[in-house]
Nanobody
Framework: QVQVVESGGGSVQPGGSLRLSCTASGSIASIYAMGWYRQAPGKQRELVATIRGGGITNYADSVKGRFTISRDNAKNTVFLQMNKLKPEDTAVYYC????????WGQGTQVTVSS
C-alpha cells in the first residue's frame, strides 16, 4: 500500500503564486510516476502536470509557462509551483502516484479570487 498526502493549498489573488507538495510513503516502487490533477465544481477531474522518474514532464496546455512540476526522488515528493494564477485555476488539486497501481491523495483546495 502507498499513502499519498498533499499540502500547500490556500487562497490567493489573481497573479499570485502557490506551491503544492505531495509525499508518497509506504511500499514505494523503484519506478513510478507522480502527477497533479484538479477538479473544479461541476467539472471532471483533469490532468495538470505529471513527472516520471527520469524527469520527463507533461503539462496541460492551460498551465504551460505558468506551472512547474518537480520531484525529489530521495523523499518521494513532488512539487507544483503555480505562478500567475488565474480564477479559472480554482479547484481541488489531487496528487496521484502510479506504479502498477494508482493511489490518490485526499486533495487540497486552491482558490484564486480577488
Amino acid at each position: 500500500q502507498v499513502q499519498v498526502v498533499e499540502s500547500g493549498g490556500g487562497s490567493v489573488q489573481p497573479g499570485g503564486s502557490l506551491r503544492l507538495s505531495c509525499t508518497a510513503s509506504g511500499s514505494i516502487a523503484s519506478i513510478y510516476a507522480m502527477g497533479w490533477y484538479r477538479q473544479a465544481p461541476g467539472k471532471q477531474r483533469e490532468l495538470v502536470a505529471t513527472i516520471r522518474g527520469g524527469g520527463i514532464t507533461n503539462y496541460a496546455d492551460s498551465v504551460k509557462g505558468r506551472f512547474t512540476i518537480s520531484r525529489d526522488n530521495a523523499k518521494n515528493t513532488v512539487f507544483l509551483q503555480m505562478n500567475k494564477l488565474k480564477p479559472e485555476d480554482t479547484a481541488v488539486y489531487y496528487c496521484r502516484y502510479t506504479d502498477v497501481n494508482d493511489y490518490w491523495g485526499q486533495g487540497t483546495q486552491v482558490t484564486v479570487s480577488s
